[in-house]
């Protein structure tokens, strides 16, 4: 359905807005709002009144600010409070991160929230008698202002906004009444699309839960479910097919701890993939290897290799290496003794039975801390099928795969096509490239 647009239509002189409708405004920002930069930050003073703070994350993570929220706790002075409490119809927005992409990530405040201070990195803008605030909010989740403050942002580790720039952002302003009915036909769209958003959002979860459980059930049963089961022996894993044979780690590994060198490929090694065949690109590699480290402190690894991160253990952090390269310290690499599928035992030990038991056999005082060190992982007990069977298997759970994900990559699209609409909506309908006037009414009808 093509959307109406305005009669007529005039230069804005900014190339960020391009043309706007002719009895639109083109002003700056500090004509129709106050922006006020808040610099109540985390600390506690005796001497001053306690009060709930908004921090970075309570913005950037959330569209609305509400009651319910949990806030921190915090001080603020009786100026601070009286300035920056947050009030119906205030928009906040981040002022400063370590990338230009995320500054002037907006939240609305839909009432007035007494006791709920603006905190430190964040700045208030609050709509005058020419702006409306509903409408302020969804210019800063427009793509020109995305551009405006990301040229704007000053800093090198990190990077803020000067009240000059945000004072003087470019803002193509129609009368309240239509900044109000832009608002509500924003509100509104945006509401079908964030429905749409969730649908695919719960596919995509409905489908790793089904890929697991079919996963699960391949590798602690088979596939044949008619087979004769007997007891493994193995509390987490219960009973398996009579012609399964039980194995400890240690029957079925060695540890191996040989050095790296500088003509091996580093690995990407990830908790949730296991071991791409892919090596770390340059970029990456800037960013976790230090070049001028000695290549012998990494830890080589061959195909077939069974490697775990000691302290993801309990994450379901193993992968199985495809090519030869090397990989991370923090590592442990197992290498079979045997010929049979370090990418069964993989998938075996991913399973959520399997994890429970090895986050049981790991040693920290917190799941952050908890290590998973080789004298424990050793004495696991596992099942196995013969060789071929796990081939079998392992090939069953790979056509299944490609067709999960599959099915996981066609909503994701959805997902992102649905957020490039609502991106490209809202920048239309606030920069006056569609008349909306009627469309908000008809809706609020």
Not at 167 to 182: F, G, K, L, M, Y
Not at 373 to 382: A, Q, T
Request: proline residues 5%; contains cysteine; glycine residues 6%.
């Amino acid at each position: 359905m093509k959307l109406p647009e305005y009669p007529r239509y005039k230069d804005s002189g900014f190339e960020w807005l391009g043309k706007v409708p002719e009895h639109w405004e083109v002003t700056r920002l500090k004509r129709i709002a106050t922006v006020m930069p808040s610099n109540v930050d985390k600390k506690a003073y005796e001497h001053e009144a306690l009060v709930r703070l908004c921090n970075y994350t309570d913005v950037y993570y959330n569209d609305l600010i509400t009651d319910e929220m949990n806030f921190m706790e915090a001080t603020a002075s009786p100026e601070q409070i009286a300035r920056f409490s947050l009030r119906e119809a205030d928009t906040i927005i981040t002022k400063d991160s370590e990338t230009p992409d995320d500054i002037a990530r907006s939240a609305y405040v839909t009432r007035d929230l007494p006791g709920i201070v603006c905190g430190y990195h964040l700045a208030i803008i609050r709509p005058s008698r020419k702006g409306v605030g509903a409408f302020l909010k969804w210019v800063f989740d427009a793509r020109f202002t995305r551009s405006v403050v990301e040229v704007g942002a000053n800093g090198l580790t990190r990077y803020g906004l000067s009240q000059h720039t945000l004072d003087n952002i470019p803002v193509a302003c129609p009368s309240r009444e239509e900044q109000t009915d832009i608002a509500r036909f924003i509100t509104n769209a945006n509401a079908q699309i964030d429905s749409l958003i969730s649908r695919q959002k719960r596919l995509i979860s409905l489908l790793n839960e089904k890929r697991q459980t079919v996963i699960t059930r391949a590798v602690t049963v088979g596939l044949n479910t008619g087979k004769r089961m007997k007891p493994s022996g193995i509390h987490w894993l219960g009973d398996v097919p009579t012609h399964w044979n039980v194995h400890r780690i240690a029957m079925l590994y060695k540890e191996i701890n040989e050095p790296g060198n500088d003509e091996l490929p580093f690995l990407r090694v990830s908790i949730h993939d296991g071991v791409s065949d892919r090596q770390l690109g340059d970029e990456e590699l800037g960013r976790k290897v230090n070049r001028s480290e000695d290549s012998s402190k990494y830890k080589r690894v061959a195909p077939g290799d069974l490697v775990y991160n000691m302290m993801r253990a309990w994450q379901g952090g193993f992968g199985t290496v495809m090519v030869p390269g090397q990989i991370s310290p923090a590592y442990v690499v197992a290498r079979p003794k045997s010929n049979f599928s370090s990418r069964f035992i993989e998938l075996l030990l991913r399973t959520p039975q399997a994890i429970e038991e090895i986050r049981c056999r790991s040693y920290g005082v917190a799941d952050f801390r908890l290590r998973l060190y080789w004298d424990n992982f050793k004495n696991i007990r596992v099942a196995l099928p013969p060789e071929s069977e796990q081939a079998e298997i392992l090939a069953h759970i790979e056509r299944l795969e490609r067709k999960f994900n599959d099915l996981i990559e066609k909503a994701t699209i959805s997902i992102a096509t649905l957020q490039e609409r609502r991106s490209a909506l809202i920048s239309a309908a606030v920069t006056g490239k569609i008349d909306v006037r009627s469309l908000a009414t008809s809706e609020a009808a």
